[in-house]
């Protein structure tokens, strides 16, 4: 690892204040980071690195009425067993307790879940061999090349990359909101493609708090090849809003989590073994898979058809 000055924040004002200040940026638990500088990832290095952890307060987990807030460095091991999101948030709790394994879990926060980078294979190969779209470059060699564990629904900003947040998909289900260090951003709005990132921050704005609407029943499954320890090939998240709406999401299957809205309307009259395969159904209707993916559509309308049935269950 190359050399830089690590500051420990104590407020979000001044973590905010200096990350916008050239050529900064923030660590968490550091299980993301920490990777993509030791592999010199990333187009530019970082010269100074802000520690949000040592920001009192910002890993609380609290009631506000009829939602939860949730500090940006709460743990995901602690978000997994708090009775509080295993009751009104299911689906977040199941997410947390199903990303990676619980030595990292006990590291990394929601924050970074929400801001890690992607985990295409080109953009994380060590020294910058493959100069991407996503890092500015002109091709994505993951388009001609080994996209096995890419996009089904095609490119977004130059970028096939699949979304690997476990903990977006449920977000998104939930209605939830992240709240910044300058603004309120409707989860479901929050990721995108944008350069290096996955998310829509700007410079030096930081992730506070994540505010999650109670739900009456929300779930969460998963899809990985090793059950252990492993990214999601797809994950799926759904949940009741306040309304009796059904809302479905998606992850794994675009550079970004997909709401389902075509799933969401087949069961709108209620879940059914019927309606949760027409809405799997509907769900993939506008897959279009690369040379090597086409069996995620498969995995992916079983997942959707299975978190429906749960959901109902
Ligand atoms: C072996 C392994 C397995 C993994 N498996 C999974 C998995 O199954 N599912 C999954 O979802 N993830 C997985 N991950 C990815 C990662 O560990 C998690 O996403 C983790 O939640 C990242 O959180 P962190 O606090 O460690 O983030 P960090 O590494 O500290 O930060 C990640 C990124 O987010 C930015 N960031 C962090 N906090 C904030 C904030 N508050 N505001 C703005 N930017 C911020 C950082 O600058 C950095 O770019 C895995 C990682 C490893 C190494």
């Given amino acids: 690892m190359r050399k830089f ?25 550091g299980t993301d980071l ?27 987990i609290e009631e506000e009425g009829d939602s939860l807030l949730i500090g940006a460095v709460a743990k995901l091991a602690d978000i997994a067993s708090d009775e509080t999101v295993k009751k009104h948030c299911q ?64 490119i977004q900003n130059g970028c096939i ?21 300058k603004r309120e951003i409707l989860a479901e709005g929050f990721f995108a493609a ?4 996955s998310c829509i921050l700007e410079d ?6 994540v505010r999650v609407p109670k739900s009456k029943k929300s779930v969460f499954e998963k899809f990985a090849l090793r059950k252990s320890i492993d990214f ?23 550079p970004a989590p997909l709401r389902l809205t075509a799933a969401e309307k087949a069961v709108e009259k209620g879940i059914t073994e019927e309606t949760a395969a027409k809405a799997a159904d509907a769900a993939m209707a506008d897959a279009v898979p690369l040379s090597g993916n086409a069996y995620k559509i498969e995995i992916a309308r079983t997942m959707v058809k299975r978190t429906l049935l749960r959901l109902e269950g």
Avoid at 106 to 132: E, K, S, V
Avoid at 161 to 181: E, K, W, Y
Wanted: hydrophobic letters at 35%; proline letters at 4%.
């Fill in 5 to 29: 000055t690590h500051l420990q924040a104590s407020t979000i004002k001044e973590a905010s204040q200096n990350g916008a200040r050239g050529n900064a940026m923030v660590i968490a638990g």
């Fill in 34 to 60: 920490l990777g993509t500088l030791k592999d010199e990832i990333l187009p530019v290095y970082p010269s100074v690195i802000i520690d949000l952890k040592t920001i009192e307060g910002l890993d609380k």
């Fill in 91 to 154: 689906a977040l709790a199941e997410a947390s307790g199903k990303v990676a394994s619980p030595t990292i879990r006990n590291m990394a926060t929601l924050g970074g879940n929400i801001c890690q980078m992607h985990r295409c294979w080109y953009f994380r190969t060590p020294d910058d061999r493959f100069h991407c779209s996503r890092k500015g470059g002109s091709t994505c060699p993951a388009y001609l090349g080994d996209n096995r564990y890419h996009s089904i629904f095609g």
């Fill in 161 to 181: 990359a699949a979304s690997s947040h476990d903990t977006a998909p449920a977000l998104i289900a939930l209605g939830a909101t992240v709240i910044t260090s």
């Fill in 194 to 197: 944008n350069g290096f990132k």
């Fill in 204 to 209: 030096g704005e930081i992730v506070t708090h």
């Fill in 232 to 254: 999601p090939i797809v994950n799926c998240g759904a949940a009741y809003d306040d309304g009796g709406k059904v809302r479905v999401v998606m992850g794994g299957v675009y």
